[in-house]
T-cell receptor, first 114, second 114 residues
Framework: DQQVKQNSPSLSVQEGRISILNCDYTNSMFDYFLWYKKYPAEGPTFLIS?????DKNEDGRFTVFLNKSAKHLSLHIVPSQPGDSAVYFCAASVGGGSQGNLIFGKGTKLSVKP | GAVVSQHPSRVICKSGTSVKIECRSL??????MFWYRQFPKQSLMLMAT?????????EQGVEKDKFLINHASLTLSTLTVTSAHPEDSSFYICSAWARGNTIYFGEGSWLTVV
């Protein structure tokens, strides 16, 4: 039973437009969420995180929104660039960002077309 | 720069032999490190939690006698795949919580068992 779900395996967006990557979770104990970008045969690269006490966190072109009542979060990338093309993983943790492990979604492959 | 370093990045070994993968935290101490495994086009699956100075905690279904984890110091955890089998061929990634409440990942190690 997947606790973190990314229901869209792929997403294609035109350069300059907004990319919206979605993630749903089932475990109400999760209180810390992270997004990672990953290229094949490389370790994930941290992008942005959000604590459950917030509903939005922004860092440059990346914004993460958290809707706790819906157990849903999303990553917005605007404007999208071809270099953003990669697999994006949503991850969740219990413990407020301390020592707990991460539970990952299956990832969404983003393709940004020039 | 990288805050978690993994070595080797690629290794090929013969069936029946053992191979060791190292995970080092750079410029910070990590009492806890995590080992993940990723099959092609799949999500990262947590294998075990490595605890400095004590036994690792393995996830259900992961053979602790096959995947030996040693966290002998605050900056080094090792994963040894014993009696390697072709089905052990996979991408192995380590991670650790670092400053700023973020988990950083190593570059990953691609293991091929022939």
């Amino acid at each position: 039973d997947q606790q973190v779900k990314q229901n869209s395996p792929s997403l294609s967006v035109q350069e300059g437009r907004i990319s919206i990557l979605n993630c749903d979770y089932t475990n109400s104990m999760f209180d810390y969420f992270l997004w990672y970008k990953k290229y094949p045969a490389e370790g994930p690269t941290f992008l942005i995180s959000i604590s459950s006490i917030k509903d939005k966190n922004e860092d440059g072109r990346f914004t993460v929104f958290l809707n706790k009542s819906a157990k849903h979060l999303s990553l917005h990338i605007v404007p999208s660039q071809p270099g953003d093309s990669a697999v994006y993983f949503c991850a969740a943790s219990v413990g407020g960002g301390s020592q707990g492990n991460l539970i990952f979604g299956k990832g969404t492959k983003l393709s940004v077309k020039p | 720069g990288a805050v978690v370093s993994q070595h080797p990045s690629r290794v090929i070994c013969k069936s029946g032999t053992s191979v060791k993968i190292e995970c080092r935290s750079l410029d910070f101490q990590a009492t806890t490190m995590f080992w993940y495994r990723q099959f092609p086009k799949q999500s990262l699956m947590l294998m075990a939690t490595s605890n400095e100075g004590s036994k690792a905690t393995y996830e259900q279904g992961v053979e602790k006698d096959k995947f030996l984890i040693n966290h002998a110091s605050l900056t080094l955890s090792t994963l040894t795949v014993t009696s390697a089998h072709p089905e052990d061929s996979s991408f192995y990634i380590c991670s650790a919580w670092a400053r700023g409440n973020t988990i950083y990942f190593g570059e990953g190690s691609w293991l091929t068992v022939v």
